[in-house]
């Protein structure tokens, strides 16, 4: 088994390296060493450290964010391309078993019983289409909202698996819209047994079964999704239909959806950019590290 020396840099608070995806992933293909000479960094968008080593770099993100294949070798994120160096792996792979989404464990799964209406856990207040759409959900039945953001239940949601495991219903928009960004959001209602009511990636077809829950882009009209919602909350044999029906499109993951293909997937990957050894972009990526270090030090310097 090949050694390989890594390290992390700019991920978000509390990120802990030996406990992440990312290390699951490869130990099963590499000894690996945490290590401050490291071979190949794994950085992410909270920071500018990566700007500091010369090793080979692989980029992260579960943000909104597109990679610079200036600055890195390999990119691990969400986006929809058929670039080698680009490796689609959401972030709601990271989350649990996806198998737990199959028609075969879902209908012997027993779910929480459903007892209230619906809700939304939001911190984020930047995302206008989702606040517009929880407030004319409103009209229709009181949402409760447990986040810090438009928080009507008297406390903030501690546990939002807790919290949200007793609603029909989970408004699962993301922050913002773009082809390919879907993070959590839409997986921890269906790991529930409740229906995600869902906007974000326009093109969420590609990953799940979108007949399992609420997919705006099936509807593009507010008005048609809230009755379409309101189907459903009236009918007690379809929610239970949609509630056991696989989320996945022929009740199948995909490879970037499986850990252990996605394990291999991204082994394969990281070997590719050793042996490859990119060196002109490289050097091109040397340049643009110096003119973005001189580019801080002026901002810097002009702040004081």
Same mark, same amino acid.
């Given at each position: 088994?090949?050694?390989?020396?890594?390290?992390?840099?700019?991920?978000?608070?509390?990120?802990?390296?030996?406990?992440?995806?990312?290390?699951?992933?490869?130990?099963?293909?590499?000894?690996?060493?945490?290590?401050?000479?490291?071979?190949?960094?794994?950085?992410?968008?909270?920071?500018?450290?990566?700007?500091?080593?010369?090793?080979?770099?692989?980029?992260?993100?579960?943000?909104?964010?597109?990679?610079?294949?200036?600055?890195?070798?390999?990119?691990?994120?969400?986006?929809?391309? *058929?670039?080698?160096?680009?490796?689609?792996?959401?972030?709601?792979?990271?989350?649990?078993?996806?198998?737990?989404?199959?028609?075969?464990?879902?209908?012997?799964?027993?779910?929480?019983?459903?007892?209230?209406?619906?809700?939304?856990?939001?911190?984020?207040?930047?995302?206008?289409?989702?606040?517009?759409?929880?407030?004319?959900?409103?009209?229709?039945?009181?949402?409760?909202?447990?986040?810090?953001?438009?928080?009507?239940?008297?406390?903030?949601?501690?546990?939002?698996?807790?919290?949200?495991?007793?609603?029909?219903?989970?408004?699962?928009?993301?922050?913002?819209?773009?082809?390919?960004?879907?993070?959590?959001?839409?997986?921890?209602?269906?790991?529930?047994?409740?229906?995600?009511?869902?906007?974000?990636?326009?093109?969420?077809?590609?990953?799940?079964?979108?007949?399992?829950?609420?997919?705006?882009?099936?509807?593009?009209?507010?008005? *048609?999704?809230?009755?379409?919602?309101?189907?459903?909350?009236?009918?007690?044999?379809?929610?239970?239909?949609?509630?056991?029906?696989?989320?996945? *499109? $022929?009740?199948?993951?995909?490879?970037?959806?499986?850990?252990?293909?996605?394990?291999?997937?991204?082994?394969?990957?990281?070997?590719?950019?050793?042996?490859?050894?990119?060196? $002109?972009?490289?050097?091109?990526?040397?340049?643009?590290?110096?003119?973005?270090?001189?580019?801080?030090?002026?901002?810097?310097?002009? *702040?004081?």
């Amino acid at each position: 088994m090949r050694k390989l020396k890594i390290k992390f840099v700019d991920f978000w608070g509390g990120f802990q390296p030996i406990e992440s995806a990312f290390w699951r992933y490869l130990t099963n293909y590499f000894e690996l060493e945490y290590s401050e000479q490291p071979e190949i960094i794994f950085y992410s968008v909270f920071g500018n450290e990566y700007l500091n080593y010369d090793c080979y770099k692989i980029f992260y993100t579960g943000e909104n964010v597109r990679p610079n294949f200036y600055e890195c070798d390999l990119a691990i994120s969400f986006d929809y391309n *058929k670039n080698w160096r680009n490796l689609r792996i959401p972030l709601y792979t990271r989350i649990t078993d996806l198998t737990k989404l199959t028609s075969k464990i879902k209908n012997e799964t027993v779910y929480t019983p459903k007892t209230k209406f619906c809700c939304m856990v939001v911190s984020n207040s930047e995302c206008k289409f989702r606040n517009d759409f929880f407030e004319k959900l409103s009209e229709y039945k009181k949402v409760d909202s447990g986040g810090r953001y438009l928080n009507n239940i008297g406390f903030t949601v501690e546990n939002k698996i807790e919290f949200i495991k007793d609603y029909k219903f989970v408004i699962s928009f993301e922050n913002s819209e773009y082809p390919g960004y879907t993070t959590e959001k839409i997986v921890e209602p269906m790991l529930c047994g409740s229906i995600p009511i869902y906007w974000g990636n326009p093109l969420i077809e590609k990953d799940f079964n979108t007949s399992s829950f609420v997919n705006f882009y099936d509807y593009n009209s507010v008005e *048609k999704v809230i009755e379409r919602i309101i189907e459903i909350d009236n009918n007690d044999l379809l929610f239970y239909s949609i509630q056991k029906m696989s989320n996945f *499109k $022929n009740d199948s993951l995909m490879d970037f959806q499986d850990f252990d293909k996605a394990s291999k997937y991204l082994s394969n990957s990281v070997d590719m950019v050793i042996l490859e050894k990119p060196i $002109n972009k490289r050097l091109i990526g040397i340049i643009y590290k110096k003119i973005i270090k001189r580019a801080l030090k002026l901002f810097t310097k002009f *702040k004081k």
